[in-house]
């Protein structure tokens, strides 16, 4: 399916409608009691795009209620933060935030690479790390895959079997959407490794675009703010988080399918069939991107952020596997052989459930856009990640999605807008 960009100011006119709504009816407190009607539907949808531009009372508010969340990105000139965003090169290679994290879904997917490689086949998705070499020539791996070339340095305990001077590696990894995280999800990168958004951007702005000219700070911070702003959230739900506080709440579901798959996001031990409660033990939480009490393996807390569920021991996407050594804190080593530690590379630390093979648990809300799923892209739909669970759940526990279960849970996951 090719990309269709639509304006970014109708997106906008959506989200201001229903924010207008909500204020007008008195919304906006910090309970889950609004939360509920908040998705906006395709007839919501249609009409806000027949109602045009956005209103200018709402554009001068948008700095206050930015500010609601994150202070630091309180001043906002939108039209500069969105040509830095979306036109700026710093010098270098020609690509842009845009490039790769485009405004229908704030990532790229294997189609759209297709799409773009039809029209234009020097786009500058293709360069660099985008290349199959990252030297520039190849596109079959972002064509097919829609992987980026990442460069991680290894810490000073790590290194690899066959390479040991080596002091970085190169992991082959999705984009991850730019909607609803950079406003509502402090943990940055797949791994976690970047502290903020100032210092992410300036790493893409090195990076993926080999800058030639040093981003100053107060393009960094409008590059943060701009990525607060309506267009980067999935639906008004999100927003609405965002700006009011308004805490989203799991939608009842209608059908028969979307009320048996609700039970697995509910926050409940595990017990009977350990299917309610299954999925809420890493996917709780307003945003559905951290552990709950009841997950069944340690450690047993709220709030964790990083965990493993097989992507990277599995390899579907059938990528290369390195061979690791950590030199543990006790003095002895472990060797792990896995296409992509995730956050073991970062914590330097083999041996902790929370490092090896982990990655940032994803937010769950707009996902049904945001296609394809997991840090190496190789769930392409939401039912591959459906039957990943399955075969995860078999390999590591005596649980069964039964093909029933795994379309319930499907069903499910798309009213999350
Ligand atoms: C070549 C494609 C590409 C370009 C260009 C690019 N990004 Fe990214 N972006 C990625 C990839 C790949 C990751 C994840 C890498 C990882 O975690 O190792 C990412 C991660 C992110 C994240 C964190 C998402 C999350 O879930 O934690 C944000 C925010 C982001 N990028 C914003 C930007 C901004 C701002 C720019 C422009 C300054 C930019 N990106 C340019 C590919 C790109
Ligand atoms: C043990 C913790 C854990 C449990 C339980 C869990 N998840 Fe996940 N989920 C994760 C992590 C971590 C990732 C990212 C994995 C990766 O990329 O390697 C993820 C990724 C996903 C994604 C992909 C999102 C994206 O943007 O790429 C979906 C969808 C998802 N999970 C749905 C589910 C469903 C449905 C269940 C229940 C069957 C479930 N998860 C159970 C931790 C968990």
Known sequence: MPLTYRPRQAHWALLLATTLALAACGGGGDGPASAETATPDDAEHAAALAAGAADASFDAALPSLIARRKPQFAFLDFAKGRRLFERETFGGNGRTCLTCHSRETGTTSPADAQHRFAVNPADPLFLADGSDDGQGHGSTRMRQDATVLVRIALPENVSLANDPTARSVVLRRGIPSTLNTPALDDVLM?????????????????????????????????????????????????????YFGATPALPPGRTEAEKRGRRFFVDAPLQGDFKTGLCSGCHSGPMLNETNEFIPAPPFRRGGRFQS??????????????????????????????????????????????????FKIPSLWGVARTAPYFHDNSARTLEDVARHYAQFFAAVSPIVLTPEDQADMVAYMKLLR
């Open 190 to 242: 797949l791994d976690g490794r970047q502290p903020d958004l100032p210092a992410q951007a300036r790493g893409a702005i090195a990076d993926h675009a080999q800058a030639t000219r040093e981003p100053r700070a107060d393009e960094l911070a409008l590059i943060a703010a701009f990525q607060q702003t309506p267009a980067f959230f999935s639906s008004a739900t999100m927003l609405k988080y965002a």
């Open 309 to 358: 569920v097989g992507v990277s021991e599995f390899n579907v996407a059938g990528n290369p596997v390195l061979d690791v050594v950590f030199r543990n804190a006790d003095g002895t080593t472990t060797t792990v052989s896995s296409p992509d530690p995730g956050r073991a590379l970062i914590t330097g630390n083999a041996q902790d459930v929370e490092s090896l093979n982990a």
